[in-house]
């Protein structure tokens, strides 16, 4: 496959703007790793939160089972620490919970940010080089005989602005009916560079 033209400046054009797409893509991968590993930095609360509290629950879990074994006034006396222990692990679980917010999160936010710009880019850029690639590659499979610029003449005539078809020729059309050789290679070139090829020079 064909990736880039024949003449320089327009093959340093591609290769500058292909450098700035890799440039803009590692770029905007970079901020969005920053942006979701700084994100991530609001768990600690949630994971504090979930450690401290889980801590805590089983401590009054234990504590209340050491005070449920005392006679006749065990299980009034454990009651506070069993509720207050199941208050602790539903502080614990919103941690939890917290946690896995942020982390859904970061990673959102981190592939949105990075996503977004490179897509906006791409959007124009991409099917701008696959088009080129595709046409220069398949012109690049005609240009092999003299016979062969007579196609790209013709598409030439069709495709060509008036003005730049009549620097060519009074009469362009006519002469390549009439197979003028001067006026079909001139025309062929003219179609060979849009489509970033240069025309052979044992063809010319």
Same mark, same amino acid.
């Given at each position: 496959?064909?990736?880039?033209?024949?003449? =320089?400046? #327009?093959?340093?054009?591609?290769?500058?703007?292909?450098?700035?797409?890799?440039?803009?893509?590692?770029?905007?991968? /970079?901020?969005? %790793?920053?942006?979701? %590993? @700084?994100?991530?930095?609001?768990?600690?609360? *949630?994971?504090?939160?979930? +450690?401290?509290?889980? $801590?805590? +629950? *089983?401590?009054?879990?234990?504590? @209340?089972?050491?005070?449920?074994?005392?006679? !006749?006034? @065990?299980?009034?006396?454990?009651? =506070?620490?069993?509720?207050?222990?199941? &208050?602790?692990?539903?502080?614990?679980? &919103? @941690?939890? $919970?917290? !946690?896995?917010?942020? %982390?859904?999160? $970061? /990673? !959102?936010?981190?592939? $949105?940010? &990075?996503?977004? =710009?490179?897509?906006?880019? +791409?959007?124009?850029?991409? =099917?701008?080089? /696959?088009?080129?690639? #595709?046409?220069?590659?398949?012109? &690049?499979?005609? !240009?092999?005989? +003299?016979?062969?610029?007579?196609?790209?003449?013709? #598409?030439?005539?069709?495709?060509?602005?008036? %003005?730049?078809?009549?620097?060519?020729?009074?009469?362009?059309?006519?002469?390549?009916?009439?197979?003028?050789?001067?006026?079909?290679?001139?025309?062929?070139?003219?179609?060979?560079?849009?489509? *970033?090829?240069?025309?052979?020079?044992?063809?010319?």
């Amino acid at each position: 496959m064909k990736l880039y033209a024949d003449a =320089p400046a #327009r093959r340093t054009r591609q290769l500058l703007t292909d450098l700035f797409f890799l440039l803009w893509l590692v770029a905007w991968v /970079w901020v969005g %790793h920053v942006v979701q %590993h @700084g994100t991530m930095q609001l768990s600690v609360v *949630g994971r504090q939160t979930d +450690a401290s509290a889980s $801590s805590l +629950a *089983g401590g009054l879990t234990s504590a @209340g089972d050491s005070l449920r074994d005392l006679p !006749v006034v @065990g299980d009034g006396v454990s009651a =506070p620490f069993d509720q207050m222990s199941s &208050a602790s692990s539903s502080l614990a679980e &919103a @941690g939890r $919970s917290q !946690v896995t917010a942020v %982390h859904r999160l $970061s /990673w !959102v936010l981190g592939i $949105s940010i &990075a996503t977004i =710009p490179i897509l906006t880019v +791409a959007v124009f850029l991409v =099917p701008a080089r /696959w088009r080129f690639a #595709r046409e220069a590659t398949a012109g &690049a499979r005609f !240009v092999d005989a +003299a016979e062969d610029l007579d196609l790209f003449a013709l #598409r030439a005539l069709t495709r060509q602005p008036m %003005h730049v078809l009549a620097r060519i020729s009074d009469d362009p059309a006519g002469a390549w009916r009439a197979r003028d050789r001067e006026v079909v290679t001139a025309l062929a070139a003219l179609e060979l560079r849009d489509s *970033g090829l240069s025309l052979p020079a044992r063809l010319s």
